[in-house]
Structures are given as C-alpha cells and as structure tokens.
C-alpha cells in the first residue's frame, strides 16, 4: 500500500542506505527501526483518512461532470473531468488495499502469539 507513494522508494532508500556502526544483527535492527519510523511517517501523512479522501474526491468528480454537462465543449471541464477521475481511482485504490493490510497485519500478529489454531496459521511457501 505504502509503495501508491510516488516518493516511497526513496524514503525507503535514504532510510536504509544510512551507515551504521555495530555488529551486523544491530544494524539490521537499527535499520529496521529507521525503516517502521518512516514508514509510520508515511502512513500518518499519505494514508490517514483514506475513506474521507476518497468521498471528497467522489464528490469533486460529480461536481465536475454536472459542470461539464452544462458545457460539454469546453477543453478545460474535459481535462479537468480527466484528472479527477484518476485521482477517484488511486483514492479508491487506497480505499480497499488499506484495510486488507490492516487485516493482514492483525493476523500476523495473532500468528506470532500463538492465538491462533495451528490448522489456521498461514503456510509458508518452501523453495
């Protein structure tokens, strides 16, 4: 979900790219912990109110067309009516891909507790 940023491969760069002095375990998770801060940055910034976005972006894409059918000829209306629609389709996008993460986050920490049945755990693909 994160990678619908334009700008999400180079956050993720610059993070982990960062020198680090230690043993190799300790620069791993001092990457990892570089790496969830920026990626909570990301989720606070780009993906908060992800269902409100898309409403707005809804409604904006309404308003547009009933003004483009009062002026059907008009360039700047069709162009318009164009971007809006892109911009329905990423925020709708986000709109379900955000809670299937979620879900999928959830269970994976259900799994490391061991709640879960063990007939439930996910299988892990072998090479």
């Given at each position: 979900?994160?990678?619908?940023?334009?700008?999400?491969?180079?956050?993720?760069r610059?993070?982990?790219?960062?020198?680090?002095?230690?043993?190799?375990?300790?620069?791993?998770?001092?990457?990892?912990?570089?790496?969830?801060a920026?990626?909570?940055?990301?989720?606070?910034?780009?993906?908060?109110?992800?269902?409100?976005?898309?409403?707005?972006?809804?409604?904006?894409?309404?308003?547009?067309?009933?003004?483009?059918?009062?002026?059907?000829?008009?360039?700047?209306?069709?162009?318009?009516?164009?971007?809006?629609?892109?911009?329905?389709?990423?925020?709708?996008?986000?709109?379900?891909?955000?809670?299937?993460?979620?879900?999928?986050?959830?269970?994976?920490?259900?799994?490391?507790?061991?709640?879960?049945?063990?007939?439930?755990?996910?299988?892990?693909?072998?090479?």
């Open positions: 979900m994160w990678s619908m940023d334009p700008n999400y491969k180079k956050r993720v610059l993070s982990w790219m960062k020198h680090i002095v230690g043993t190799a375990m300790y620069k791993l998770v001092v990457k990892l912990n570089r790496l969830k920026t990626v909570r940055v990301l989720n606070r910034d780009r993906f908060v109110e992800v269902e409100r976005k898309a409403d707005q972006a809804q409604k904006n894409l309404i308003d547009c067309q009933k003004q483009l059918q009062q002026d059907p000829l008009n360039l700047q209306l069709i162009n318009e009516e164009l971007e809006k629609v892109k911009e329905v389709q990423k925020r709708n996008k986000a709109r379900f891909v955000y809670p299937q993460q979620k879900c999928k986050c959830q269970w994976l920490q259900l799994e490391e507790r061991q709640i879960l049945p063990p007939d439930a755990k996910i299988e892990k693909k072998h090479k």
